[in-house]
């Protein structure tokens, strides 16, 4: 009888690319994923511990695996495992604490993988597949605890991802999300020491994937404003039917002086900057941002900063947080710490912006062609109770922005790129009128 995996992931999609990796690995000696109510050989838990309540939920997944797989063997991974490995190391059932994930190969190679895999054939369960393009981050924010549990920057071979976004998009997925620590990174680690003219950069990966056959779209995950190059966007230009008019910049706070004490490398000014260049070269594109609300010593007047810089960006999404005090990080032991109730009211207040930035977003896409993935999808009931021939699409567009319509097309399934118009708009989603055709 084959030997029985469970897998769970928690945190970015850094993590979710490694832990398929590890899965496909372990599945070429024959481990088969465990079905409802089995109980697993073996478990692997890929932590997280960009926050507090990470090592809290990584902690309670550990155990919760542990009651209900009382004989497995436990490997635990992640950020939170590279932070407190003797931490642990004493929760029930942990066999393996892998530290770093350059390990990964080793760890495969005790389960007796031999043909360790160096990319995925496919990313389980998902229409869009994720692919990590490099780690590490050299960058020292003052809120942020992952350069120190992900600090050597490393590229992936640029062949090894071409190679393995065309296994992927032939194995059926029609969008391929671009992902790393620090994304921009990509290439730096190898252009110390040659001539500018030498170096390779995320723009010139993004060139030759965008070159390979087959009906699927790029995405890029987060990046920094600075990143943003004119290389960047000109690759964005001319393969603007590959690489989707969506770029997520991390803003983390829309005041100069609350950036300072973050220690980001610019200013709102060379922000908004980078999104006029965005707008001027791509048609309607979708900028997407996060912001900590509440860092240490943040006045009202600095709050209302924020407000007026994602105003004059333009967001079409922004994902919202109050400021968590890691523990060793510089920002956890700054004075002026806010209380719990002033942040959330901040963050309510971000909400509503958000809101109707949104709408403003999703109402100019009206009359627009969008090309949406199809996700989900649901047969439509009569009022007598019968089951309709129409169905309830629904799916992402290359902007962003989630979108459904009613079909009968029975051509179109969950997984197609399909071409569509924007008919109409809210500030929760869009609707459209497509066809497969």
Known sequence: MSAK???????????????????????????EDCAQGDQADVCIVNTCTVTNQGDVKSRQVIRRMARENPDARIVVMGCYATRA????AKLPGVAEVVTDKRELPDLMSRFGVVDVPTGLDGFSGRHRAYVKVQDGCLLRCSYCIIPHVRP????????????EVRRLTEAGHREVVLTGIHLGHYGVDWNRNKPREEWTRLSDLVRQLCQLPGDFRIRLSSIEATEVTRS???????????LVPHVHLCLQSGSDSVLRRMRRRWGTRMFLDRCRML?????????????IVGFPGETETEFQQTLQTCRAAGFSKIHAFPFSARRGTPAAEMPDQLPGDLKNQRVHQLAELESELRRDYFASLVGESVQVLVESDRELVRLDGSESESRLLRGTTCRY?????????AGITTGDLVTAKVIRADDERITVSASNG
């Open 5 to 31: 995996l469970r897998v769970t992931t928690l945190g970015c999609k850094v993590n979710q690319y490694e832990t398929e990796l590890v899965r496909q690995g372990l599945q070429r000696v024959g481990f």
């Open 85 to 88: 490995p003797e931490e642990v």
């Open 152 to 163: 050597k920057l490393t590229s992936r071979p640029l062949a090894h991802i071409v190679d």
């Open 232 to 242: 960047l966007i000109g690759v964005m230009t001319e393969y603007s039917d590959r």
């Open 279 to 291: 707008n001027e070269a791509l048609n309607k594109p979708a900028i997407t941002t996060d912001i």
């Open 401 to 409: 922005a989630p979108a459904e319509w009613v079909s009968d097309d």
